[in-house]
């Protein structure tokens, strides 16, 4: 599982990880919580990725889960462990949610973002993330499932859209550039006229 997991990543993330993949099988709730700090699923922390046993009562979605959290651990090997926090979330979590076919996102599918984002329940895309300010899922009223999944689709957009920005833009990243000025020297037009072109799009489907 891990192999094709590392393969798919560095496929849809243009880029190789700079060092081995560690991963941490948690062997209780309470050891993921003393390690890590938090209570979830799974979590990229301190170059390696975490795993909790409450993964055992759904494990259909261990896959998709430990693809998410290496498309966050290549970004932080290339731009720092903190690069993700520097980031929109809607970017960090949309391509690893993309990149792993909906893992972290398993509660909402496509169709339901889809109608979610054309009856005016959505995420606006921001161009600079930060540690104080950053706009998560609940700055817009979204459960995280659909925050993610959304955002996913756009990012999805974005690739299909101009695949070369979308592989600059990334290039960018890894070199520890900011979202900002990445996505302003990767795309020819403002994201706020892509995300328009975005639903113009859904809508058409």
Request: hydrophobic share 40%.
């Amino acid at each position: 599982m891990l192999p094709e997991a590392i393969n798919r990543v560095e496929q849809r993330q243009y880029n190789h990880f700079l060092r081995p993949v560690r991963v941490y099988v948690c062997s209780s709730r309470e050891s993921f919580r003393d390690m890590t700090g938090r209570d979830v699923r799974a979590l990229t922390y301190r170059d390696a990725i975490f795993l909790s046993p409450q993964l055992m009562k759904d494990i259909d979605t261990l896959s998709g889960l430990l693809t998410h959290e290496l498309s966050h651990l290549l970004i932080g090997q290339y731009a720092g462990m903190l690069a993700g926090a520097k980031m929109p979330s809607w970017f960090v979590e949309g391509l690893a949610t993309y990149v792993s076919d909906g893992g972290g996102a398993e509660d909402v599918t496509d169709m339901e973002a889809i109608q979610a984002i054309l009856s005016g329940r959505h995420f606006v895309p921001e161009q600079e993330g930060g540690f104080i300010f950053r706009k998560t899922a609940s700055s817009f009223g979204l459960r995280p499932h659909m925050f993610y999944r959304q955002a996913a689709l756009f990012v999805s957009f974005l690739k299909a859209h101009d695949e070369m920005a979308f592989k600059r833009l990334l290039s960018c990243i890894y070199r520890g550039r900011g979202f900002k000025d990445a996505f302003r020297d990767s795309y020819s037009v403002g994201i706020d006229i892509l995300y328009q072109e975005f639903v113009v799009k859904l809508n058409e489907r």
